[in-house]
């Protein structure tokens, strides 16, 4: 190939190249307005009072209605003796337990530990009763310096997903017997994989029983809409913070389990309230609720939870209505009073307190 053949190739290749450059620039500039002009239209649509089907927090549980149900009544028939007496870990955990008479540090335990739980899809934990004071500690917590005597390895047996299976109860048991062998010392189970199984059973039908949401929603009726400024004002009279999920909490003023005792959001799409926008914002619809089981006293909690709701209205402009949308009477709370009372009874009689650290764990809010 001759000098002027080999200078038309390379002037062709560089055409190509700024055509190939220029074509990437518009591109990546389209990408850029239609991604703008997306967001302006959901900063529009966020200005807006929705409209269509609300999607509430707790689209996928239970929501208690002012008709009495019968699934409360259903629940009767799982036997205490289903469920042993609520402990600081063990009722609701299969456990393997490493006695030893040495001290443990930390690391040499955790290391063992985090090689393989991801195994296992259930919540678990390794515990250690700590050097001195004895009390139980959480490793994957605990400071780099704490040291052990007793350690425990334990496997919630259920929650929301199901109950724990065969395979997962194998894979909590070879990684005790992979800290055994390391750490030599005996291993201890709490139960066997029959009673494991079992237990895992019954706290499945324990947790479909009694995974259940109380709520009332806020709906627009003097005022077209609720604006976001009065409706932080009406919160903060309610008691109500804002918070983690950019929505409104109760705080549970006692130290305990339950963080919340029950929180209040938007009944519309996203369901959150944009902290840097709420001057602008507004809804024609809001919701206050509260998990039944995850809260002590929850007949006291849904009773304040009414206060809060009715503060809303008067202050807003709004009305009181049930899960169905349907105006919320002086009977309908009632109804609501029952069954929430009657979940509670019901609870203590299994052997795990509402809002207790076990009620917490099976059922996070």
């Not at 549980?61 to 259903?74: A, F, M, N, T, W």
């Not at 600081?88 to 393997?96: H, L, W």
């Not at 030893?100 to 919540?123: F, H, N």
């Not at 918070?243 to 109760?250: A, D, E, L, T, Y």
Request: glycine fraction near 8%; charged fraction near 25%; aromatic fraction near 8%.
């Amino acid at each position: 190939m001759g000098l002027q053949g080999a200078l038309i190739i390379l002037g062709l290749l560089v055409m190509a190249i700024v055509a190939l450059n220029a074509y990437d620039r518009g591109r990546i500039k389209r990408s850029l307005l239609a991604m703008f002009e997306t967001r302006i239209r959901r900063r529009g649509a966020n200005d807006e009072a929705p409209s269509g089907e609300a999607v509430p927090p707790w689209s996928e549980r239970r929501v208690l209605r002012p008709k009495i149900e019968g699934d409360v009544e259903k629940a009767k028939t799982a036997s205490a003796e289903e469920l042993s007496p609520e402990e600081p870990f063990g009722s609701i955990d299969f456990i393997v337990f490493l006695p030893g008479d040495t001290i443990v540090e930390r690391d040499a335990a955790l290391g063992i530990y985090k090689q393989s739980e991801y195994l296992i899809d259930k919540p678990h934990r390794l515990y250690g009763q700590r050097e001195g004071n004895q009390s139980w500690g959480n490793l994957s917590r605990d400071p780099a310096i704490a040291r052990y005597g007793l350690l425990a390895l334990a496997l919630q047996l259920a929650d929301r997903s199901g109950a724990v299976t065969e395979s997962e109860l194998n894979a909590i048991s070879q990684i005790g017997l992979k800290l055994a062998d390391a750490l030599d010392r005996p291993t201890r189970f709490n139960m066997t994989f029959e009673q494991a199984l079992e237990r895992a059973n019954a706290l499945d039908k324990f947790c479909s029983a009694y995974d259940v949401i109380a709520t009332i929603n806020v709906l627009a009726d003097s005022a077209p809409v609720f604006r976001g400024p009065a409706i932080e004002r009406a919160a903060h009279e309610a008691r109500l913070e804002f918070g983690v999920r950019n929505i409104f909490h109760r705080k549970n003023p006692e130290a305990g389990a339950c963080q919340y005792l029950y929180s209040l959001a938007n009944l519309y799409q996203p369901g959150s309230f944009d902290p840097l926008r709420l001057d602008v914002f507004q809804t024609q619809g809001l919701t206050l609720f509260m998990s039944v089981p995850s809260v002590p006293d929850p007949l006291a909690v849904f009773t304040d939870m009414v206060d809060a709701a009715r503060i809303l209205a008067r202050r807003l402009g709004g009305r009181l209505f049930d899960a169905d949308r349907k105006p919320l009477s002086d009977a309908g709370v009632r109804a609501i009073r029952t069954q929430i009372q009657g979940i509670a009874d019901h609870m203590v009689q299994h052997g795990i307190n509402p809002g207790s650290l076990n009620a917490v764990r099976l059922f996070p809010p």
